[in-house]
């Protein structure tokens, strides 16, 4: 079965930098895109970055845009999140999810478990 894990995150004082990981098995990673959303307190969830599996295109949400990088390793079977310059408004539940097929949309088949992240001094 499909099977996605997140982990990397932490607390981390602002202007620092994390680098979240997912984890993907039970599926051939290179035919799906994936993405990273993730959910504060009392928000609704937001879409974060995607990667595609066709060309490795990405897309970012205005909001991490030039501070966040998305990665992907179809060897190891691995999709990275580089975050930069992180401010509180960061703060969230991390999650990894897939698509149907190897286009970002906005419809995420599976989901990890999520990880948190921690902006604080």
């Known amino acids: 079965q499909e099977q996605l894990v997140e982990s990397g995150g932490g607390l981390v004082q602002p202007g620092g930098s994390l680098r979240l990981s997912c984890a993907t098995s039970?599926?051939?990673?290179?035919?799906?895109?994936i993405g990273w959303l993730r959910q504060a307190p009392g928000k609704e969830r937001e879409a974060v970055s995607c990667?595609?599996?066709?060309?490795?295109?990405?897309s970012y949400a205005d909001s991490v845009k030039d501070r966040f990088t998305i990665s992907r390793d179809n060897v190891k079977n691995m999709v990275y999140l580089q975050m930069t310059g992180l401010t509180p408004e960061d703060t969230a539940v991390y999650y990894c999810?897939?698509?149907?097929?190897?286009?970002?949309?906005?419809?995420?088949?599976?989901w990890g478990q999520g990880t948190q992240v921690t902006v604080s001094s």
């Open positions: 039970g599926f051939t990673l290179r035919h799906y895109a």
């Open positions: 990667i595609s599996s066709i060309d490795g295109s990405t």
């Open positions: 999810a897939s698509q149907a097929g190897p286009y970002c949309g906005i419809v995420y088949d599976y």
